[in-house]
Protein backbone atom coordinates (compact mmCIF):
# COMPACT_ATOMS: atom_id res chain seq x y z
CA UNK A 1 0.00 0.00 0.00
CA UNK A 2 2.96 2.45 1.02
CA UNK A 3 4.18 1.78 -2.72
CA UNK A 4 0.98 2.49 -4.11
CA UNK A 5 0.61 5.59 -1.97
CA UNK A 6 4.03 6.44 -3.71
CA UNK A 7 2.94 6.01 -7.42
CA UNK A 8 -0.54 7.79 -6.53
CA UNK A 9 1.30 10.90 -5.44
CA UNK A 10 3.22 10.65 -8.33
CA UNK A 11 0.86 10.07 -11.11
CA UNK A 12 -1.12 13.54 -9.56
CA UNK A 13 1.98 15.12 -9.38
CA UNK A 14 3.41 14.78 -12.96
CA UNK A 15 2.59 18.15 -15.41
CA UNK A 16 0.46 17.44 -18.43
CA UNK A 17 3.79 18.30 -20.73
CA UNK A 18 5.87 15.47 -18.45
CA UNK A 19 2.68 13.21 -19.02
CA UNK A 20 2.83 13.70 -22.92
CA UNK A 21 6.56 13.34 -23.16
CA UNK A 22 6.49 10.01 -21.04
CA UNK A 23 3.79 8.88 -23.88
CA UNK A 24 6.09 10.20 -26.52
CA UNK A 25 8.92 8.20 -25.53
CA UNK A 26 7.12 5.07 -24.87
CA UNK A 27 6.18 5.37 -28.63
CA UNK A 28 9.42 5.80 -29.78
CA UNK A 29 10.32 2.52 -27.64
CA UNK A 30 7.96 0.41 -29.18
CA UNK A 31 8.50 1.74 -32.80
CA UNK A 32 11.76 0.14 -32.20
CA UNK A 33 10.48 -2.93 -30.19
CA UNK A 34 8.07 -3.29 -33.15
CA UNK A 35 10.56 -3.32 -35.89
CA UNK A 36 13.24 -5.65 -34.16
CA UNK A 37 10.36 -8.22 -33.21
CA UNK A 38 9.60 -8.01 -36.86
CA UNK A 39 12.99 -8.55 -38.03
CA UNK A 40 13.16 -11.36 -35.87
CA UNK A 41 10.21 -13.22 -37.07
CA UNK A 42 10.33 -13.02 -40.30
CA UNK A 43 14.20 -12.94 -41.09
CA UNK A 44 15.12 -16.85 -38.93
CA UNK A 45 15.98 -18.51 -41.96
CA UNK A 46 19.27 -16.95 -42.55
CA UNK A 47 18.09 -15.40 -45.56
CA UNK A 48 18.97 -11.93 -44.07
CA UNK A 49 21.62 -9.78 -44.01
CA UNK A 50 24.34 -9.87 -41.28
CA UNK A 51 25.40 -6.50 -40.96
CA UNK A 52 23.98 -3.56 -39.31
CA UNK A 53 24.33 -1.33 -41.88
CA UNK A 54 20.10 -1.96 -42.61
CA UNK A 55 18.75 -1.89 -39.15
CA UNK A 56 20.74 1.15 -38.44
CA UNK A 57 19.15 2.94 -41.44
CA UNK A 58 16.19 1.43 -40.95
CA UNK A 59 15.65 2.25 -37.79
CA UNK A 60 16.74 5.83 -38.18
CA UNK A 61 14.14 6.44 -41.06
CA UNK A 62 11.21 4.76 -38.74
CA UNK A 63 12.17 6.33 -35.94
CA UNK A 64 12.39 9.56 -37.37
CA UNK A 65 9.34 9.24 -39.41
CA UNK A 66 7.11 7.95 -36.94
CA UNK A 67 8.00 10.81 -34.19
CA UNK A 68 7.60 13.32 -36.59
CA UNK A 69 3.52 11.76 -37.13
CA UNK A 70 3.10 11.15 -33.65
CA UNK A 71 3.69 14.94 -32.99
CA UNK A 72 1.77 16.22 -35.87
CA UNK A 73 -1.08 14.29 -34.94
CA UNK A 74 -0.96 14.65 -31.51
CA UNK A 75 -1.46 11.37 -30.76
CA UNK A 76 0.71 11.68 -27.69
CA UNK A 77 -1.80 14.35 -26.44
CA UNK A 78 -5.02 11.95 -26.33
CA UNK A 79 -5.80 11.69 -22.90
CA UNK A 80 -5.51 7.54 -21.57
CA UNK A 81 -9.26 8.64 -21.03
CA UNK A 82 -10.43 9.30 -23.98
CA UNK A 83 -8.21 7.19 -26.09
CA UNK A 84 -10.93 5.25 -27.62
CA UNK A 85 -12.29 5.17 -31.53
CA UNK A 86 -10.35 8.30 -32.46
CA UNK A 87 -7.13 7.29 -30.30
CA UNK A 88 -7.25 4.39 -32.52
CA UNK A 89 -7.51 5.91 -36.34
CA UNK A 90 -4.27 7.85 -34.78
CA UNK A 91 -2.21 4.74 -34.35
CA UNK A 92 -3.16 3.33 -37.49
CA UNK A 93 -2.95 5.93 -39.34
CA UNK A 94 1.10 6.08 -37.55
CA UNK A 95 1.48 2.43 -38.47
CA UNK A 96 0.97 3.53 -42.06
CA UNK A 97 3.35 5.93 -42.35
CA UNK A 98 5.80 3.50 -40.74
CA UNK A 99 5.10 0.95 -43.70
CA UNK A 100 5.46 3.53 -45.84
CA UNK A 101 8.81 4.60 -44.90
CA UNK A 102 10.02 1.62 -44.52
CA UNK A 103 9.16 -0.04 -47.84
CA UNK A 104 10.66 3.41 -49.54
CA UNK A 105 13.76 2.85 -47.26
CA UNK A 106 14.39 -0.82 -48.51
CA UNK A 107 13.87 0.05 -52.19
CA UNK A 108 16.61 3.01 -52.01
CA UNK A 109 18.46 0.35 -50.49
CA UNK A 110 18.10 -2.29 -53.28
CA UNK A 111 19.42 -5.35 -53.04
CA UNK A 112 21.20 -4.89 -49.59
CA UNK A 113 18.20 -3.54 -48.12
CA UNK A 114 15.60 -5.26 -45.93
CA UNK A 115 12.20 -7.32 -46.87
CA UNK A 116 9.31 -5.02 -47.67
CA UNK A 117 7.28 -7.93 -45.29
CA UNK A 118 9.62 -6.86 -42.33
CA UNK A 119 7.99 -3.24 -42.71
CA UNK A 120 4.16 -5.00 -42.81
CA UNK A 121 4.39 -6.65 -39.60
CA UNK A 122 6.05 -3.78 -38.30
CA UNK A 123 3.14 -1.37 -38.60
CA UNK A 124 1.05 -4.01 -37.70
CA UNK A 125 2.75 -4.85 -34.16
CA UNK A 126 3.08 -0.92 -33.60
CA UNK A 127 -0.77 -0.42 -33.88
CA UNK A 128 -1.13 -3.66 -31.35
CA UNK A 129 1.60 -2.66 -29.21
CA UNK A 130 0.27 1.29 -29.52
CA UNK A 131 -3.47 0.34 -28.71
CA UNK A 132 -2.73 -2.40 -25.84
CA UNK A 133 0.16 -0.27 -23.86
CA UNK A 134 -2.63 2.74 -23.81
CA UNK A 135 -5.16 0.51 -22.33
CA UNK A 136 -2.64 -1.57 -20.05
CA UNK A 137 -1.33 2.01 -18.87
CA UNK A 138 -5.28 3.29 -18.17
CA UNK A 139 -5.94 0.06 -16.46
CA UNK A 140 -2.59 0.72 -14.13
CA UNK A 141 -3.23 3.81 -13.54
CA UNK A 142 -7.63 3.65 -12.64
CA UNK A 143 -6.01 1.34 -10.35
CA UNK A 144 -3.61 3.48 -8.51
CA UNK A 145 -6.30 6.04 -8.43
CA UNK A 146 -8.56 3.44 -6.72
CA UNK A 147 -6.15 2.19 -4.27
CA UNK A 148 -4.47 5.74 -3.44
CA UNK A 149 -7.69 7.88 -3.22
CA UNK A 150 -10.23 5.65 -2.70
CA UNK A 151 -13.46 6.78 -4.88
CA UNK A 152 -17.13 6.92 -3.25
CA UNK A 153 -19.12 3.66 -5.45
CA UNK A 154 -22.29 4.93 -6.24
CA UNK A 155 -25.37 3.28 -8.52
CA UNK A 156 -27.29 5.29 -11.18
CA UNK A 157 -30.58 4.46 -11.44
CA UNK A 158 -31.90 4.96 -15.17
CA UNK A 159 -29.78 3.79 -17.99
CA UNK A 160 -31.46 6.71 -20.01
CA UNK A 161 -29.57 9.87 -21.62
CA UNK A 162 -29.70 11.32 -18.63
CA UNK A 163 -27.88 8.58 -16.64
CA UNK A 164 -25.54 8.11 -19.40
CA UNK A 165 -24.35 11.39 -19.44
CA UNK A 166 -23.80 10.87 -15.41
CA UNK A 167 -21.79 7.80 -15.93
CA UNK A 168 -19.54 9.55 -18.64
CA UNK A 169 -18.84 12.66 -16.81
CA UNK A 170 -17.99 10.51 -13.83
CA UNK A 171 -15.98 8.26 -15.57
CA UNK A 172 -12.73 10.57 -15.16
CA UNK A 173 -14.01 11.84 -11.55
CA UNK A 174 -11.42 11.59 -8.62
CA UNK A 175 -14.50 11.58 -5.88
CA UNK A 176 -17.07 9.59 -7.36
CA UNK A 177 -17.44 6.00 -9.02
CA UNK A 178 -20.23 5.08 -10.82
CA UNK A 179 -20.31 1.02 -10.66
CA UNK A 180 -24.10 -0.41 -12.07
CA UNK A 181 -26.88 1.29 -13.73
CA UNK A 182 -30.26 -0.19 -12.28
CA UNK A 183 -33.12 0.46 -15.33
CA UNK A 184 -36.93 -0.91 -15.63
CA UNK A 185 -36.36 -1.17 -19.55
CA UNK A 186 -36.07 -4.70 -20.14
CA UNK A 187 -34.42 -3.85 -23.52
CA UNK A 188 -31.36 -2.28 -21.27
CA UNK A 189 -31.40 -5.09 -18.65
CA UNK A 190 -27.97 -6.70 -19.30
CA UNK A 191 -26.26 -4.56 -21.78
CA UNK A 192 -23.18 -2.63 -21.41
CA UNK A 193 -23.75 1.09 -21.14
CA UNK A 194 -21.25 3.53 -21.05
CA UNK A 195 -19.16 0.97 -20.06
CA UNK A 196 -21.31 0.46 -17.06
CA UNK A 197 -23.47 -3.31 -17.13
CA UNK A 198 -27.87 -2.82 -16.30
CA UNK A 199 -29.30 -4.74 -13.86
CA UNK A 200 -32.28 -5.26 -13.20
CA UNK A 201 -34.42 -3.41 -10.24
CA UNK A 202 -35.07 -6.53 -8.72
CA UNK A 203 -31.29 -6.45 -7.66
CA UNK A 204 -30.84 -3.28 -5.76
CA UNK A 205 -30.36 -4.64 -2.43
CA UNK A 206 -27.88 -7.21 -3.75
CA UNK A 207 -26.07 -4.94 -5.64
CA UNK A 208 -26.16 -2.29 -2.46
CA UNK A 209 -24.96 -4.94 -0.21
CA UNK A 210 -22.03 -6.51 -2.88
CA UNK A 211 -20.40 -3.14 -3.68
CA UNK A 212 -21.13 -1.26 -0.02
CA UNK A 213 -22.65 1.06 -2.52
CA UNK A 214 -23.61 4.67 0.57
CA UNK A 215 -25.35 7.14 -2.50
CA UNK A 216 -27.95 5.97 -5.55
CA UNK A 217 -28.44 9.01 -7.95
CA UNK A 218 -32.12 9.00 -9.64
CA UNK A 219 -31.30 9.71 -13.41
CA UNK A 220 -34.89 9.76 -14.28
CA UNK A 221 -36.03 13.65 -14.41
CA UNK A 222 -39.17 12.30 -17.00
CA UNK A 223 -40.40 10.24 -14.64
CA UNK A 224 -43.54 10.48 -12.72
CA UNK A 225 -43.79 12.00 -9.52
CA UNK A 226 -45.40 9.18 -7.82
CA UNK A 227 -43.20 6.68 -9.05
CA UNK A 228 -39.89 8.59 -8.47
CA UNK A 229 -40.84 8.33 -4.30
CA UNK A 230 -41.83 5.31 -4.26
CA UNK A 231 -38.08 4.21 -5.89
CA UNK A 232 -36.63 6.77 -3.10
CA UNK A 233 -38.20 5.08 -0.09
CA UNK A 234 -36.91 1.75 -1.18
CA UNK A 235 -33.44 2.85 -1.80
CA UNK A 236 -33.96 4.35 1.43
CA UNK A 237 -35.11 1.44 3.34
CA UNK A 238 -31.48 -0.23 2.13
CA UNK A 239 -29.51 2.21 3.81
CA UNK A 240 -28.61 4.67 0.96
CA UNK A 241 -28.73 8.51 0.32
CA UNK A 242 -30.75 9.30 -2.75
CA UNK A 243 -30.49 11.72 -4.92
CA UNK A 244 -32.77 12.85 -7.94
CA UNK A 245 -30.72 14.77 -11.14
CA UNK A 246 -32.47 16.87 -13.36
CA UNK A 247 -31.96 16.81 -17.10
CA UNK A 248 -29.02 17.97 -18.34
CA UNK A 249 -30.84 20.10 -21.25
CA UNK A 250 -32.97 21.23 -17.88
CA UNK A 251 -29.89 22.35 -16.72
CA UNK A 252 -28.32 23.86 -19.95
CA UNK A 253 -31.69 25.61 -20.75
CA UNK A 254 -32.66 26.65 -17.80
CA UNK A 255 -31.36 29.87 -15.57
CA UNK A 256 -30.38 29.40 -12.01
CA UNK A 257 -33.93 30.84 -10.99
CA UNK A 258 -35.52 28.79 -13.26
CA UNK A 259 -33.87 25.42 -11.34
CA UNK A 260 -35.18 26.72 -7.77
CA UNK A 261 -38.92 26.30 -8.98
CA UNK A 262 -37.74 22.46 -9.13
CA UNK A 263 -36.87 22.74 -5.60
CA UNK A 264 -39.91 20.39 -3.69
CA UNK A 265 -42.33 22.23 -1.21
CA UNK A 266 -42.11 21.06 2.26
CA UNK A 267 -44.87 18.38 2.64
CA UNK A 268 -45.07 18.03 6.52
CA UNK A 269 -45.56 22.14 6.20
CA UNK A 270 -48.27 22.46 3.61
CA UNK A 271 -50.36 19.50 5.78
CA UNK A 272 -49.61 21.34 9.13
CA UNK A 273 -50.26 18.07 11.16
CA UNK A 274 -47.25 15.55 11.79
CA UNK A 275 -48.06 12.30 8.70
CA UNK A 276 -48.59 9.20 8.69
CA UNK A 277 -45.70 6.68 9.81
CA UNK A 278 -44.04 4.76 6.93
CA UNK A 279 -44.49 1.16 8.60
CA UNK A 280 -47.73 0.18 9.48
CA UNK A 281 -48.04 -3.37 11.79
CA UNK A 282 -50.16 -5.63 11.22
CA UNK A 283 -50.89 -4.38 7.35
CA UNK A 284 -48.76 -6.97 5.41
CA UNK A 285 -50.53 -10.22 7.35
CA UNK A 286 -53.65 -8.87 5.84
CA UNK A 287 -52.30 -9.14 2.35
CA UNK A 288 -49.60 -11.71 1.69
CA UNK A 289 -50.07 -14.53 -0.24
CA UNK A 290 -53.63 -12.90 -1.31
CA UNK A 291 -54.74 -12.37 -5.01
CA UNK A 292 -55.83 -9.08 -5.01
CA UNK A 293 -57.43 -7.05 -7.58
CA UNK A 294 -56.92 -3.04 -7.98
CA UNK A 295 -59.13 -1.02 -10.27
CA UNK A 296 -57.75 2.24 -11.61
CA UNK A 297 -54.63 0.77 -11.43
CA UNK A 298 -53.11 3.12 -13.83
CA UNK A 299 -53.95 6.33 -11.64
CA UNK A 300 -52.22 7.98 -8.75
CA UNK A 301 -53.75 6.34 -6.17
CA UNK A 302 -53.98 2.60 -7.72
CA UNK A 303 -50.49 2.85 -9.03
CA UNK A 304 -49.38 3.63 -5.44
CA UNK A 305 -51.55 0.68 -4.31
CA UNK A 306 -49.64 -1.68 -6.27
CA UNK A 307 -46.40 -0.57 -5.43
CA UNK A 308 -46.88 -0.87 -1.70
CA UNK A 309 -48.95 -4.19 -2.03
CA UNK A 310 -46.17 -5.66 -3.30
CA UNK A 311 -44.10 -5.08 -0.56
CA UNK A 312 -46.40 -6.81 1.22
CA UNK A 313 -45.96 -10.51 -0.72
CA UNK A 314 -48.86 -11.11 -2.36
CA UNK A 315 -49.41 -14.15 -4.50
CA UNK A 316 -50.83 -11.89 -7.39
CA UNK A 317 -52.05 -8.50 -8.07
CA UNK A 318 -54.48 -8.02 -11.11
CA UNK A 319 -54.75 -4.90 -12.62
CA UNK A 320 -57.91 -3.29 -13.82
CA UNK A 321 -58.04 -0.10 -16.14
CA UNK A 322 -59.90 1.67 -19.23
CA UNK A 323 -56.52 3.77 -20.29
CA UNK A 324 -54.58 1.89 -22.21
CA UNK A 325 -51.43 3.73 -21.57
CA UNK A 326 -52.01 4.31 -17.97
CA UNK A 327 -52.02 -0.06 -17.20
CA UNK A 328 -49.37 -0.51 -19.75
CA UNK A 329 -47.05 1.49 -17.51
CA UNK A 330 -47.73 0.49 -14.02
CA UNK A 331 -47.46 -3.19 -15.48
CA UNK A 332 -44.25 -2.84 -16.81
CA UNK A 333 -42.69 -0.95 -13.90
CA UNK A 334 -44.01 -3.92 -11.23
CA UNK A 335 -42.56 -6.57 -13.55
CA UNK A 336 -39.73 -5.03 -13.44
CA UNK A 337 -39.53 -4.70 -9.36
CA UNK A 338 -40.91 -7.92 -8.65
CA UNK A 339 -39.71 -11.40 -8.21
CA UNK A 340 -42.12 -13.71 -6.24
CA UNK A 341 -46.26 -11.79 -7.40
CA UNK A 342 -47.59 -12.63 -10.53
CA UNK A 343 -49.05 -9.64 -12.52
CA UNK A 344 -51.82 -9.81 -14.59
CA UNK A 345 -53.40 -6.72 -16.33
CA UNK A 346 -56.35 -6.27 -17.50
CA UNK A 347 -57.93 -3.64 -20.20
CA UNK A 348 -61.62 -2.79 -19.57
CA UNK A 349 -64.06 -1.04 -17.75
CA UNK A 350 -65.44 -1.20 -14.29
CA UNK A 351 -69.07 -0.81 -15.81
CA UNK A 352 -68.44 -4.34 -17.83
CA UNK A 353 -70.20 -6.60 -15.18
CA UNK A 354 -69.54 -9.84 -16.80
CA UNK A 355 -65.58 -8.84 -17.80
CA UNK A 356 -65.11 -8.03 -13.91
CA UNK A 357 -66.78 -11.04 -12.99
CA UNK A 358 -64.53 -13.29 -15.22
CA UNK A 359 -61.57 -11.44 -13.89
CA UNK A 360 -62.25 -12.09 -10.67
CA UNK A 361 -63.18 -15.68 -10.92
CA UNK A 362 -60.20 -16.80 -13.09
CA UNK A 363 -57.92 -15.58 -10.81
CA UNK A 364 -59.38 -16.06 -7.76
CA UNK A 365 -59.37 -12.95 -6.03
CA UNK A 366 -59.17 -12.58 -2.49
CA UNK A 367 -59.61 -8.88 -1.66
CA UNK A 368 -60.16 -6.01 -3.80
CA UNK A 369 -59.31 -2.02 -3.50
CA UNK A 370 -61.49 -0.40 -5.71
CA UNK A 371 -59.53 2.98 -6.91
CA UNK A 372 -61.17 3.60 -9.95
CA UNK A 373 -63.27 6.86 -10.70
CA UNK A 374 -64.07 9.76 -12.58
CA UNK A 375 -63.07 12.41 -9.57
CA UNK A 376 -62.26 16.00 -11.40
CA UNK A 377 -65.15 18.07 -10.34
CA UNK A 378 -65.29 20.56 -13.06
CA UNK A 379 -65.09 18.18 -15.73
CA UNK A 380 -67.84 15.68 -13.93
CA UNK A 381 -70.38 18.38 -13.65
CA UNK A 382 -70.22 19.01 -17.38
CA UNK A 383 -70.41 15.14 -18.17
CA UNK A 384 -72.85 14.08 -14.66
CA UNK A 385 -74.42 11.16 -16.73
CA UNK A 386 -71.02 9.84 -17.66
CA UNK A 387 -69.88 10.51 -13.97
CA UNK A 388 -73.00 8.61 -11.96
CA UNK A 389 -72.68 5.39 -14.63
CA UNK A 390 -68.80 4.89 -14.07
CA UNK A 391 -68.71 6.08 -10.10
CA UNK A 392 -71.96 4.88 -9.16
CA UNK A 393 -72.91 1.84 -11.39
CA UNK A 394 -68.97 0.68 -12.19
CA UNK A 395 -69.01 0.79 -8.29
CA UNK A 396 -72.61 -1.64 -8.04
CA UNK A 397 -70.68 -3.56 -11.18
CA UNK A 398 -67.33 -4.75 -9.10
CA UNK A 399 -69.35 -4.80 -5.97
CA UNK A 400 -71.62 -7.47 -6.94
CA UNK A 401 -69.05 -9.26 -9.10
CA UNK A 402 -67.17 -9.24 -5.90
CA UNK A 403 -70.08 -10.86 -3.59
CA UNK A 404 -71.01 -13.20 -6.24
CA UNK A 405 -67.77 -14.59 -6.58
CA UNK A 406 -66.71 -14.69 -2.92
CA UNK A 407 -63.98 -11.95 -2.31
CA UNK A 408 -62.87 -11.78 1.34
CA UNK A 409 -62.25 -8.26 1.57
CA UNK A 410 -63.84 -5.03 -1.00
CA UNK A 411 -62.29 -1.70 0.11
CA UNK A 412 -64.09 1.35 -1.67
CA UNK A 413 -61.53 4.29 -2.29
CA UNK A 414 -63.91 7.37 -1.71
CA UNK A 415 -63.37 11.04 -0.99
CA UNK A 416 -64.01 14.42 1.68
CA UNK A 417 -66.45 15.62 -1.61
CA UNK A 418 -68.94 12.89 -0.35
CA UNK A 419 -69.96 14.08 2.57
CA UNK A 420 -73.11 16.49 2.07
CA UNK A 421 -71.73 17.11 -1.66
CA UNK A 422 -72.50 20.25 -3.81
CA UNK A 423 -70.97 18.75 -6.93
CA UNK A 424 -72.03 15.97 -9.68
CA UNK A 425 -68.84 13.53 -8.28
CA UNK A 426 -69.60 14.35 -4.22
CA UNK A 427 -72.86 13.12 -5.09
CA UNK A 428 -72.08 9.80 -7.52
CA UNK A 429 -69.08 8.91 -5.08
CA UNK A 430 -71.78 9.37 -2.01
CA UNK A 431 -73.72 7.09 -3.42
CA UNK A 432 -71.00 4.95 -4.27
CA UNK A 433 -70.68 4.95 -0.59
CA UNK A 434 -74.41 4.02 0.61
CA UNK A 435 -74.19 1.22 -2.45
CA UNK A 436 -71.27 -0.45 -0.37
CA UNK A 437 -73.03 0.14 3.37
CA UNK A 438 -76.57 -1.48 2.23
CA UNK A 439 -73.97 -4.77 0.64
CA UNK A 440 -72.22 -4.39 3.80
CA UNK A 441 -75.56 -5.60 5.96
CA UNK A 442 -76.50 -8.46 3.78
CA UNK A 443 -73.08 -9.62 2.54
CA UNK A 444 -71.83 -13.26 5.13
CA UNK A 445 -69.14 -13.77 2.80
CA UNK A 446 -67.20 -10.66 1.97
CA UNK A 447 -66.41 -8.14 4.19
CA UNK A 448 -67.27 -4.22 2.64
CA UNK A 449 -65.87 -1.28 3.97
CA UNK A 450 -64.62 2.21 2.34
CA UNK A 451 -61.98 4.83 3.16
CA UNK A 452 -62.52 8.58 3.15
CA UNK A 453 -59.46 11.49 2.59
CA UNK A 454 -59.36 14.74 1.35
CA UNK A 455 -57.45 15.80 -1.33
CA UNK A 456 -54.31 14.29 -2.52
CA UNK A 457 -50.88 16.54 -2.74
CA UNK A 458 -49.04 15.42 -6.13
CA UNK A 459 -52.37 13.29 -7.57
CA UNK A 460 -53.51 14.44 -11.57
CA UNK A 461 -55.10 17.23 -11.61
CA UNK A 462 -54.45 18.19 -7.81
CA UNK A 463 -53.50 21.88 -6.79
CA UNK A 464 -50.05 21.27 -6.69
CA UNK A 465 -48.95 20.35 -10.21
CA UNK A 466 -51.31 23.22 -11.39
CA UNK A 467 -49.61 25.60 -9.26
CA UNK A 468 -46.03 24.33 -9.93
CA UNK A 469 -46.67 24.76 -13.47
CA UNK A 470 -48.11 28.29 -13.07
CA UNK A 471 -45.36 29.33 -11.19
CA UNK A 472 -42.73 27.92 -13.62
CA UNK A 473 -44.61 30.12 -16.32
CA UNK A 474 -44.23 32.98 -14.10
CA UNK A 475 -47.71 33.34 -13.03
CA UNK A 476 -51.05 34.51 -11.97
CA UNK A 477 -51.74 31.49 -9.64
CA UNK A 478 -54.89 31.10 -9.90
CA UNK A 479 -57.09 30.61 -7.16
CA UNK A 480 -60.85 30.34 -7.18
CA UNK A 481 -62.00 31.74 -3.65
CA UNK A 482 -59.33 33.66 -1.38
CA UNK A 483 -61.00 31.86 1.59
CA UNK A 484 -61.25 28.38 0.37
CA UNK A 485 -59.74 25.82 2.86
CA UNK A 486 -59.12 21.70 1.95
CA UNK A 487 -57.85 18.81 3.94
CA UNK A 488 -55.01 17.88 2.04
CA UNK A 489 -52.89 14.49 2.10
CA UNK A 490 -49.96 12.76 0.56
CA UNK A 491 -50.33 10.03 -2.09
CA UNK A 492 -48.44 7.43 0.15
CA UNK A 493 -50.51 8.30 3.25
CA UNK A 494 -53.85 7.75 1.28
CA UNK A 495 -52.54 4.42 0.45
CA UNK A 496 -51.47 3.33 3.36
CA UNK A 497 -54.80 4.51 5.00
CA UNK A 498 -56.56 2.03 2.37
CA UNK A 499 -54.54 -0.65 3.05
CA UNK A 500 -55.17 -0.06 6.76
CA UNK A 501 -59.36 -0.15 6.19
CA UNK A 502 -58.35 -3.76 4.08
CA UNK A 503 -57.04 -5.06 7.46
CA UNK A 504 -59.34 -3.01 10.29
CA UNK A 505 -62.16 -4.17 8.00
CA UNK A 506 -65.14 -5.53 9.96
CA UNK A 507 -68.02 -4.88 7.79
CA UNK A 508 -69.95 -1.52 6.40
CA UNK A 509 -67.00 0.75 7.44
CA UNK A 510 -66.36 4.14 6.89
CA UNK A 511 -62.49 4.99 7.44
CA UNK A 512 -61.31 8.16 8.17
CA UNK A 513 -57.80 9.99 8.61
CA UNK A 514 -57.11 12.47 11.61
CA UNK A 515 -56.07 15.18 8.67
CA UNK A 516 -55.78 17.96 11.32
CA UNK A 517 -56.92 21.25 10.30
CA UNK A 518 -57.78 21.78 6.77
CA UNK A 519 -55.59 24.13 5.27
CA UNK A 520 -56.21 27.22 3.45
CA UNK A 521 -55.59 26.87 -0.01
CA UNK A 522 -54.26 30.79 -0.62
CA UNK A 523 -51.82 30.25 2.24
CA UNK A 524 -51.01 27.24 0.31
CA UNK A 525 -50.08 28.63 -3.32
CA UNK A 526 -47.97 31.51 -1.11
CA UNK A 527 -45.89 28.91 0.51
CA UNK A 528 -45.14 27.16 -3.00
CA UNK A 529 -44.22 30.75 -4.52
CA UNK A 530 -42.12 31.80 -2.01
CA UNK A 531 -40.27 28.32 -1.98
CA UNK A 532 -39.29 28.89 -5.38
CA UNK A 533 -37.32 32.26 -4.24
CA UNK A 534 -40.07 34.22 -5.66
CA UNK A 535 -42.42 36.96 -3.86
CA UNK A 536 -46.25 37.30 -3.95
CA UNK A 537 -46.95 40.45 -5.69
CA UNK A 538 -50.08 42.00 -4.04
CA UNK A 539 -51.40 45.59 -2.60
CA UNK A 540 -48.76 45.04 -0.05
CA UNK A 541 -45.98 44.54 -2.38
CA UNK A 542 -46.97 45.82 -6.27
CA UNK A 543 -43.29 45.19 -7.18
CA UNK A 544 -43.77 41.19 -6.12
CA UNK A 545 -42.86 38.46 -8.61
CA UNK A 546 -45.91 36.49 -9.27
CA UNK A 547 -49.62 37.42 -8.45
CA UNK A 548 -52.53 35.10 -7.32
CA UNK A 549 -55.98 36.17 -9.12
CA UNK A 550 -59.11 35.39 -7.31
CA UNK A 551 -61.45 33.29 -10.70
CA UNK A 552 -64.18 32.22 -8.38
CA UNK A 553 -65.26 29.04 -7.40
CA UNK A 554 -66.56 26.25 -10.16
CA UNK A 555 -69.59 24.88 -10.49
CA UNK A 556 -70.09 22.30 -7.51
CA UNK A 557 -67.66 23.71 -5.80
CA UNK A 558 -67.57 24.19 -2.32
CA UNK A 559 -65.50 26.42 0.00
CA UNK A 560 -64.92 23.92 2.95
CA UNK A 561 -64.97 20.58 2.83
CA UNK A 562 -66.34 18.09 5.78
CA UNK A 563 -64.82 14.59 6.43
CA UNK A 564 -67.67 13.46 8.68
CA UNK A 565 -71.91 13.28 7.87
CA UNK A 566 -72.44 12.16 12.05
CA UNK A 567 -70.70 12.46 14.77
CA UNK A 568 -70.54 9.22 16.34
CA UNK A 569 -66.93 8.17 15.92
CA UNK A 570 -65.32 5.11 16.82
CA UNK A 571 -61.39 4.24 17.66
CA UNK A 572 -59.42 1.42 15.61
CA UNK A 573 -55.93 -0.15 16.23
CA UNK A 574 -54.47 2.59 14.80
CA UNK A 575 -54.74 6.11 16.66
CA UNK A 576 -54.46 8.62 13.85
CA UNK A 577 -57.07 6.33 11.94
CA UNK A 578 -60.74 6.97 12.72
CA UNK A 579 -64.31 4.93 12.14
CA UNK A 580 -67.51 6.62 11.58
CA UNK A 581 -70.86 4.92 11.59
CA UNK A 582 -72.92 6.54 9.15
CA UNK A 583 -76.42 5.79 8.38
CA UNK A 584 -77.49 4.23 5.01
CA UNK A 585 -80.13 3.60 2.67
CA UNK A 586 -82.53 0.29 3.39
CA UNK A 587 -82.35 -2.42 0.64
CA UNK A 588 -85.63 -1.49 -0.82
CA UNK A 589 -84.73 2.76 -0.82
CA UNK A 590 -81.05 1.52 -2.44
CA UNK A 591 -83.38 -1.15 -4.82
CA UNK A 592 -85.71 1.89 -6.23
CA UNK A 593 -82.82 4.65 -6.15
CA UNK A 594 -80.42 2.19 -8.85
CA UNK A 595 -83.47 2.01 -10.71
CA UNK A 596 -84.29 5.49 -11.31
CA UNK A 597 -80.35 5.95 -11.97
CA UNK A 598 -80.62 3.59 -14.71
CA UNK A 599 -83.73 4.85 -16.16
CA UNK A 600 -82.15 8.73 -16.44
CA UNK A 601 -78.74 7.17 -17.53
CA UNK A 602 -80.82 5.57 -20.43
CA UNK A 603 -82.70 8.44 -21.43
CA UNK A 604 -79.96 10.57 -20.81
CA UNK A 605 -81.82 12.81 -18.79
CA UNK A 606 -80.00 15.46 -16.97
CA UNK A 607 -82.73 16.88 -14.88
CA UNK A 608 -84.06 13.88 -13.55
CA UNK A 609 -80.37 12.99 -12.49
CA UNK A 610 -80.01 15.52 -10.51
CA UNK A 611 -83.75 15.30 -8.75
CA UNK A 612 -82.81 11.72 -7.96
CA UNK A 613 -79.32 12.49 -6.46
CA UNK A 614 -81.04 15.27 -4.31
CA UNK A 615 -83.95 12.72 -3.01
CA UNK A 616 -81.29 10.32 -1.85
CA UNK A 617 -78.35 11.56 -0.76
CA UNK A 618 -78.18 14.54 1.93
CA UNK A 619 -76.51 17.80 1.04
CA UNK A 620 -75.45 21.02 2.38
CA UNK A 621 -78.71 22.92 0.84
CA UNK A 622 -76.56 23.56 -2.12
CA UNK A 623 -77.96 22.45 -5.89
CA UNK A 624 -75.80 19.86 -7.33
CA UNK A 625 -77.09 20.49 -10.53
CA UNK A 626 -76.61 23.73 -11.55
CA UNK A 627 -78.19 25.65 -14.85
CA UNK A 628 -74.73 26.36 -15.52
CA UNK A 629 -73.79 23.01 -15.42
CA UNK A 630 -75.71 20.91 -17.89
CA UNK A 631 -73.96 17.80 -19.34
CA UNK A 632 -72.39 18.34 -22.53
CA UNK A 633 -74.46 15.22 -24.47
Not at 4 to 27: H, P
Not at 41 to 61: N, Q, R, W
Not at 155 to 163: D, H, K, M, R, V
Not at 408 to 420: C, G, H, M, N
Request: hydrophobic letters at 45%; one cysteine or more.
Amino acid sequence: MYKLGLLYKLAVTLTRQQKRNIILAIDILLIAAAYLLARGVILTDGTAYDGTFPIITDLLALLSAGTIAIILLGLHKIKLNAYQMQGVVESAFVACILFMVGLASALLAGPQGTAAKVFVVTAMTFLIMSVSSRLIMRRVLLYIYDKGNPRLPILIYGAGQTGQQLATALATDDTVEPLAFIDDDRRLQGLLVAGIRVHRPAELNGLIEKHGIGRVVLAMPSVQRNKRNYISRRIARAGCEVHALPSFADLVANSAKDLADTRPVDIDELLGRDGLEEELPGVADTYEGKNILITGAGGSIGSELCRQLLSCKPASLTLLDHSELALFEIDRELRSITEHAQIHAVLGSVTDQPLVEHTMSIHKTDIVLHAAAYKHVPLVQHNAIEGIKNNVLGTKCVADAARTVGVERFILVSTDKAVRPSSVMGASKRFAELLIQDLATRSTSTRFSMVRFGNVLGSSGSVIPLFHEQISRGGPVTLTHSDVTRYFMTIPEAVRLVLLAGSFARGGDVFVLDMGQPVPVKQLARKMIESTGHSVRDKDNPLGDIEIEITGLRPGEKLHEELLIGSDMLTTPHPKIMRAQEKHLSEIEMANALQSLRQAITARNTEQLFQILAQWIETNGQEIGRASCRERV
